[in-house]
């Protein structure tokens, strides 16, 4: 019999991945991270391209909603970012990818066992990409927070470049974990503050009791009531909260079974003992504005409510505008399942502990093939306003996001030579924070046209 083990080999050791992570350099110095080219480019012209996929009712609200304020303008605009991130050289070191870490897109959820998670929280744009696409979009946020409340710029330069150095710091002592025990790695957000100071102990103690009472039952009581029969439906509340026709009533109807078939077994069995009770168009975010969400209540017997969002899964930008080829395993996924299999399938990579209620479905609505993905709605999901935090818990915020996104991309087989790309930090951090501040800068401008071009 043939020995099967004959040709056996070990994967690479760390240190030989560490050293094909500094020899990335001759290729693409670490210094280039800082360039940022500013011409021939059409950054309205991108978002009216989104647009044109979406609910063109809902597009006002959108636009509204981005021109609240220059941060809110860069939360909807991952796809100029990523048009943007393209069009320079980067590492060619692919990890698993958010697709848009900025700061808000940090925060807390219930695990499966009810304790508080703290996370990133948003993979609509999820996908493989440059790992400094990730930490670039995360520090671009912060400085744009930190300008937005008018802080002193030594404060802003150094909450962003300490994300970066601490990002690099937790990836390096990451990578000397083993695999496993770095998929075991999580952030409980009650245990993760006792270290910290007063100042910050007391903002994100404030964001963990919001978050404590952003449950599916206060949802439930809040979005719904009960009619003559005991069914429970959603109070209308347009444009942000609106019934559907039946058609799109009836086909929801026809597709919760192909949702419970991509769900864990132990939460079929559950949602075996509910019916579904109403459907309702939900409007969400910024940026996601427009895309096809809706809020789905099921009930049981006793009248207990259980609340799925499902939401409508394009192409991930990294993909769409940033050109960054995906893995085939990934494409021949999204070929079976639909983009909302890719969200789910990146979700559950990239957080440590994901919601047990994850799934997606293709196809839901005639008018063309849209997928979508689901997930429990508001269960204990909260975030911090980093525009309103004190200096010292900006700074300390920013480090605690870097630090999130770090244990994110280690999940990677590639995070070691990410590791040995970055060696000690202070070069990939000078070039980061000057690209931050340009990037700034441009999406201000950005900002200031698609306000003008408003009027």
Not at 392 to 404: E, I, L, M
């Amino acid at each position: 019999m043939t020995d099967v083990f004959a040709d056996w080999t070990a994967p690479p050791a760390l240190n030989a991945r560490l050293a094909a992570g500094r020899e990335r350099r001759r290729t693409t110095s670490r210094r280039t991270l800082a360039a940022l080219t500013t011409t021939d480019r059409d950054p309205l012209g991108i978002l009216a391209a989104q647009t044109a996929t979406r609910v063109q009712e809902l597009i006002p609200l959108r636009d509204e909603r981005m021109a609240a304020s220059p941060f809110a303008f860069y939360r909807g605009t991952a796809a100029i970012m990523a048009a943007d991130l393209a069009r320079d050289s980067h590492s060619q070191i692919l990890v698993a990818s958010c697709g848009d870490a900025h700061v808000a897109n940090f925060g807390f959820y219930a695990s499966p066992q009810r304790t508080l998670m703290f996370d990133l929280n948003d993979f609509d744009e999820a996908g493989w990409a440059p790992w400094e696409w990730d930490l670039k979009r995360l520090v671009t946020s912060i400085v744009i927070a930190g300008q937005a409340t008018s802080r002193d710029e030594t404060v802003v330069r150094a909450a962003a470049l300490a994300a970066v150095q601490t990002y690099a710091r937790s990836l390096a002592a990451g990578v000397r974990r083993s695999a496993l025990v770095r998929y075991f790695t999580h952030f409980d957000a009650v245990t993760g503050i006792r270290n910290m100071d007063r100042e910050s102990r007391r903002a994100l103690k404030a964001a963990i009791r919001d978050a404590e009472k952003r449950t599916g039952d206060r949802a439930a009581r809040k979005l719904t009531e009960v009619g003559a029969n005991g069914r429970l439906t959603f109070v209308e509340r347009p444009p942000t909260m609106t019934h559907v026709d039946q058609t799109v009533t009836a086909r929801v109807h026809e597709h919760i079974a192909d949702y419970v078939a991509t769900a864990n077994v132990d939460v079929r069995v559950v949602l075996q003992q509910y019916v579904v009770a109403d459907l309702a168009r939900r409007v969400v975010g910024v940026g996601s504005v427009g895309t096809r969400c809706y809020v789905v209540v099921f009930q049981d017997g006793e009248g207990n409510a259980l609340l799925l969002q499902a939401k409508e899964a394009g192409r991930s930008v990294l993909e769409q505008f940033g050109g960054i080829e995906q893995p085939a395993a990934l494409t021949t996924h999204v070929e079976q399942y639909g983009q909302g299999a890719r969200v789910v399938a990146l979700q559950r990579i990239l957080q440590a502990v994901s919601d047990p209620f994850l799934g997606h479905l293709r196809n839901m609505l005639a008018e063309r093939e849209i997928d979508f993905y689901v997930r429990q709605f508001h269960d204990m999901k909260g975030g911090v306003d980093m525009e309103t935090l004190d200096d010292g818990p900006f700074h300390r915020y920013a480090q605690v996001c870097a630090a999130t996104l770090a244990r994110a991309h280690s999940q990677s087989g590639t995070a070691a030579t990410v590791a040995g790309y970055i060696g000690n930090g202070k070069v990939v951090g000078d070039a980061i924070l000057e690209y931050a501040f340009a990037y700034a800068a441009l999406s201000l401008a950005d900002y200031t046209a698609f306000v003008a071009a408003r009027a």
